[in-house]
C-alpha cells in the first residue's frame, strides 16, 4: 500500500509540473481566445535566455529580470508582427499563426543561444526524504509551491485589478471592450509578456528538473490534456487537471503497464482527455460556450 | 564578438541548409566529396554539432597536410533536423558527388535515417556507416555489403556492459541470482538488445527485466519507482537526448545509486551526464572513444585547425568532449579506408563501390594507432566481408561531477555468442528481400 501512495504523491507532484506550462495557455486563451501552440517555445526560449546570461556571470536575480524583460519585448514584437495583422481572424487562422510562431521562437532561440545542453542549479535539493515511508522530493515540493504561489498571484490580479478585469472584458466580448476603452494592443502585450512570466518560471524548474535543452519545447505535449481535463480558460482549473493527470499515468503506467507493456504515460493522459472530451467538452472549471443557433 | 558572430554564422547557416547545400570546401575533379547529412538545429543538435564538428575538423587537418595521397576532401552539410524524411532527402540530393567530386560514403549518426537510406545506400553502391550503432545484423556483410556498424554493434555493447559487471562481481558465474534492469528508450533504437539481454539472463542466470521509458523521456517517475521496488544490483541506461540527464535526477530522487548505472554509448557524453548536476556524480558509462584532448592527432587538429581559427565548432570549448572525438574516430575510419582503397584503385578520387572495398579491407592494428595519433582514441579494428563491425570492445568511465575519467581497460563483447543470431537475422533478412548472401571466402 506504500508503494501505491509513493506512486500517487509522486505522480500528483509531477502533475504540479505540468500545470506550470499548462497555466501559461490558460492565461492567453482566457485574455484572447488564443490557443497559444508557441507556450512551449516560450519556455525553452525564457530558459535558454536566463541559463545563457547565467553563464555569462550575470547574477541571479539580475538574470531572472533580463530574461523577463526579453519575454516583455518579445511580447511586444509578437503583438506587432502576428496579432495586430490578424486581428479579427477566426481561432484557427490564430491558433495555425502561433504553430508557425513556435517554429521561429525555436529557431531564433537556438540562433541566439546554440543549440549547446546546459545544466541549471536553482539551489534546491533534488535528493530525496522519508514520511511514512514513502520518498519525497524536496524539489517537487518546492515547484508545488511555486505553482501555488502563481495560481494565488495570477487569481488575484484577474480579478482584483484593472488590468485583469480589462483582459477579462476582452476574453468575454471583444468589441464590446473595445466600445468602452479597452485598448486590445495593450491587453495583448500584458497577457503575452505575464504568459512570459509563466514560461520563464515553468522554464527555470523543468530547465533544472531535465537540463535547459530543445526538448523543454515539447512539454507543451504534457499541458495539452491537462487542459482539456481542467478547461482552457480556468488556472484552478490547470492545477486540477495537471494533478489528475500526473497522478493518473503514473498510477497507469506502474499498475496497467505492467499488464498490458511499458510505456503507456505519454498515450494514457490523452485516453482520459478524449474521455472528457464526451462526458464534459468544456473541462471541469472551463466555461460552457452558450450560443443562440 | 568574433566568437559570438562565429556562433551566428554557424546558426545561419545551418538553418539556411535546411533547403540549400553548402559547400564548404573548394570542389574540383581531384577531390574526395564527404556528403553530410548533419544535424545543428532541433532537439539533437547538441549530439549533431559536436559530431560533424569533429569529423569536419578531421577532414580539414588531414587537407591541411596535403589530403589522402594528394587528393583533397571536400564535403557539404544538409540539415536533416534528425528527420528521417530530411534524411532521405538529403541522400537523394547529395548522394551523386559535388562538381564532378565522387561521394566516398554517408554517415548520417542517425538510427532511423540509416534505416530509411540502407536500400538506397545498397542500390547505390555508397557506403553507409553507422558508427556505434544502426541495425545489428548488417555486422553480416555477406548480406550487407555496403552497411557498416563500425566498431560496435548494439548486441555487442550490452554484451560488454554484461561482461563488466560480471568482473565487478568477481566472474561470470557471479552473475547468477543477480538483479539487472535496462532502462531503454521508446524506440526502435531502445528495443534494440531486449532480446539480448534476455538471452544473456538465461545464459548466465541472473534475473532481468527491461523497462520502457516513452520518448522524449522528460517524466521517469513511474519508472525509477519500479526500479525501487525491483531492488536491482545495477541498472542498464539505454537512453538518448534528455532522457539520460532526467534518469539520474530521478534515480537520485527515488533513492539508487547512480554508480550502479551503467549508461550506453548514446549516454555517454559530456550532455547527458552534466545537465544532471550533482545527480550524475559517479554515473558510469561505455565508451569506444574517451574524451580529452591529449591525443597526439586531436593536439595535430588543434593546431592546424583550433588554434588557426578555422574549426567548425561555433563552441570551440567542446573541442576534445565525447561527441566531437567521435566526430574525429570517424573521420579516421572515414579517411583510412579511402587510403586503402587508394591503394588497389589507384590515387585519384574513388567511386562509392571502390570505398566500400576499403572499409571491407580496414585493418587499424597498434602500428597503425601509433602512426594516426590515437591510441588510446580508437581501438584495433579489422574488418572484413564478413564482420562490418570489426570491434566489439568498449572501455567503461565514470563521471566526476565535471568530466569524464576512464575506469576500465577495453571489455570485450561476447561476439561467438552473437554472431550464430547476427547471421540468423541477415539471411531472414536476405530471404524476405530476395537477396544472395555473398560467399565471402570468395572475397579478397
Known sequence: ?293 | MQQRFKTLSALAAAVISSTLTVNTAQAGSNEQYFPLQSYRIGPYAAGGTGFFGGFIDYLQNVNAKGGVNGVKLTWSECETEYIVEKGVECYERLKTGLNGAPAAATNPLSVGIAYATLERSTNDKLPLITINHGRTDSTDGSVFPYVFPLQLNPYSEVSAIINYIAQQAGGLDKLKGKKIVTLYHGSPYGQETNPIIDLLAKKYGFESTTIEVPHPGNEQQSQWLNIRRIQPDWVILRGWGVMNPVALKTAQKTGFPVDHIIGNIWSNSEEDAAPAGDAAKGFISITTHPSGTAFPVLQEIKKTVVDAGTTNLSDPKRFGTVYYNLGVVNGILNVEAVRLAQEKFGKTPLTGEQVQWGFEHLNIDDARLKDLGAEGLLQKLKLSCSDHEGGGAVRFQQWDGTQWKVISDWVQADRALLRPIIEESAQKYAKEKGITPRDCSKEL
Open chain 1, 1 to 293: 500500500m506504500n508503494f501505491f501512495f509513493e506512486v500517487l504523491v509522486g505522480g500528483l507532484l509531477a502533475g504540479v509540473m505540468y500545470s506550470l506550462v499548462a497555466i501559461g495557455f490558460v492565461l492567453i486563451y482566457k485574455a484572447s481566445g488564443v490557443f497559444n501552440f508557441a507556450q512551449g517555445a516560450m519556455v525553452l526560449f525564457a530558459a535558454l535566455t536566463f541559463v545563457s546570461l547565467l553563464e555569462r556571470g550575470v547574477p541571479f536575480w539580475l538574470c531572472f529580470l533580463m530574461t523577463l524583460a526579453v519575454m516583455i519585448v518579445l511580447a511586444l514584437g509578437i503583438e506587432r508582427w502576428v496579432l495586430a495583422p490578424l486581428a479579427n481572424r477566426s481561432p484557427i487562422t490564430l491558433f495555425m499563426a502561433t504553430l508557425g510562431l513556435s517554429y521561429v521562437i525555436e529557431g531564433l532561440a537556438q540562433l541566439l543561444w546554440g543549440a549547446q545542453v546546459h545544466g541549471l542549479e536553482l539551489g534546491i535539493k533534488d535528493e530525496p526524504f522519508i514520511i511514512g515511508g514513502i520518498f519525497l522530493s524536496q524539489f517537487d515540493l518546492f515547484a508545488a509551491g511555486i505553482a501555488l504561489s502563481l495560481v494565488i498571484i495570477l487569481s488575484i490580479f484577474f480579478n482584483k485589478t484593472q488590468i485583469g478585469l480589462s483582459l477579462r472584458a476582452v476574453a468575454d466580448d471583444t468589441l464590446a471592450a473595445l466600445a468602452v476603452g479597452i485598448r486590445l494592443p495593450k491587453v495583448w502585450v500584458i497577457v503575452w509578456s505575464v504568459a512570459g512570466f509563466v514560461g520563464l518560471v515553468a522554464g527555470l524548474l523543468w530547465g533544472a528538473r531535465v537540463g535547459v535543452q530543445f526538448s523543454l519545447s515539447l512539454i507543451v505535449l504534457k499541458a495539452l490534456p491537462v487542459l482539456i481535463i481542467g478547461g482552457f480558460t480556468s488556472i484552478e482549473g490547470a492545477i486540477v487537471g495537471g494533478l489528475i493527470v500526473g497522478a493518473s499515468e503514473k498510477l497507469a503506467e506502474v499498475y496497467l503497464g505492467s499488464v498490458i507493456g511499458g510505456g503507456i504515460e505519454n498515450w494514457f493522459p490523452y485516453v482520459l482527455a478524449l474521455g472528457f472530451l464526451l462526458i464534459r467538452p468544456a473541462g471541469l472549471f472551463g466555461e460552457q460556450a452558450i450560443e443562440r443557433v
